[in-house]
């Protein structure tokens, strides 16, 4: 009988809300979370070996990918969405940018089994695993039993994304009162326009509010993605996909769910002056946002507080070496 | 007190012990086989048998399986004793998962039988479970949270689609299109429990040719599990 292993917790920040997970939070196990992180970065769970969870989720871009729009499978096949960032999953109700998914434990089955990501049969990736060397051992070592199961896999891989939590950005640290840390008169006024135009959205301190809303972007009729629609089925929630968390905004481009934008100059033009009339349009957006180029300037300044060095680069969520 | 008086008095005892050791055994735990038998037009699903005859034209069932759960007793439509919560994932494929014995405790007295076919909605949105359950045994969707409930799958040449397949994955848990059904049956106790699903009478409900898929949730999903909760019942 394989030794219980003792959780243990993540500190988490202080002010922020409970956590979706609070139970699994407050008891994660280290060789679960370890074993989360290999299966991560490793190109086995795909139909050929070649696209791991980290191609389109790498950490120094915080965990999306950046060069293209649309995200790349096995065979060069390519989606029909950006790859959403993994921050701060914790927090996140549904997920997907168009809350398919659920639950973080069964999040992994779409982009293990999608014909355009890694392709591959859900049983054959338990056979493969079963059949090397150290995963056997190291399943024992997390769940106590070296027969590897779909349930383990997953909960494995949540563990392991449960970690990934970014909170010590500038903004954080003027938040939290750090010493020698003030925001910039330039990100003070970007930080008041923020407030005042987005974070009805991107509320604070998770920067969204995780609901779906449509942004004012017409539909790209290459894609004709409808968004929230394919899920609900609702006309209601046409045009409708989820709000993203705006932290480490500066390495996460491009930006919406299609990855039309290469740069917030461009998305903060959109909403500026962008915005598509369209009966699900968020009310919010009813008007557009209306910020001179200086306030747009301003506003990007502030973004760049939400950048996250130590998360970007914390070696608990590398490439294990 | 002569001998032959204590014989007697013996015999009496003996076979007084004899008459009351099976009375005293239906008031000791009893156990029950709950077998599933998956037909179609009176014949046996099995996985040499899945060829039939439908609407005059050969048909091949190729899959089937579904959850049930959640036996409850019941005596006069009030629940006596219930397993614990259990999913069960029966497979046409897998004669092994069709039947099982149950064990009830002393003294329940019941004339129906409840359970679930499908999934509950506290757990289609608890994250990954095990078992049964696991949610890389093809009864889970993944491009949407949700396990799938009960799924038909087979070719007729009824059906213009490729391959001339048809497949029903009936599943979802959201309201109002919640998918997860319960079926009540007669029953006594001590009897076993034969629980026939007649496939052919889910089929017969809809148009095969119109409508040969439907693979994710919604308003017919939600009705297509109604009629899919009508075709278990004792077998006759």
Redesign the interface.
Known sequence: MAKREVGYQIPIPKGWPDSKYEATLQNLSPAKIELGRQLFYDPILSKDSTISCSSCHLQFTAFTHVDHDLSHGIDGRIGIRNSPVLINLAWSDLLMWDG???????QA??P???PDEMGED??Q??TKLQGTRRYPQWFKKAFGSDSI???????AL?QFQLTLISANSKYDQVRRGDSGVAFTDQEMKGYQLFQKHCNNCHTEPLFTNHQFRNNGLPVDTTLNDWGRMR?S?SPADSLLFKVPTLRNIEFSYPYMHDGRFENLYDVLKHYSKGIQAHPTLSPELQEGIPLSSHDRIDLQVFLLTLTDKEFLFNPKHSFPR | MNTKKLQEISVLLVAAVLVWLPMGNSWAQSEINVTYIPQFAGQKLSPKNSDFSYQKKPLKLSKFRCYVSGLEFLKNGKVVWKEETRYFLLDAWKPNTLSRKVSLPPQVFYDQVRFQIGVDSLT???????GD??????M?W?????YINFKLEGKSELCTTRKNRFQYHIGGYLPPYSTAQSVTIKSAPGENLEIGIYLDEFLSQLNLTEEPELM?P?QRASELATISSQIFRTSP
């Open positions: 398919a998914i659920n639950h973080l434990d069964v089955l779409a293990i089994s999608h859900l049983p990736v338990l199961t779909g349930e383990h896999l997953l909960k949540a899920i089925q | 289609n949105v608890s994250g990954a479970y095990g359950l696991d949610p890389t045994l093809g889970y993944t491009w949407n949270s949700g994710i919604g």
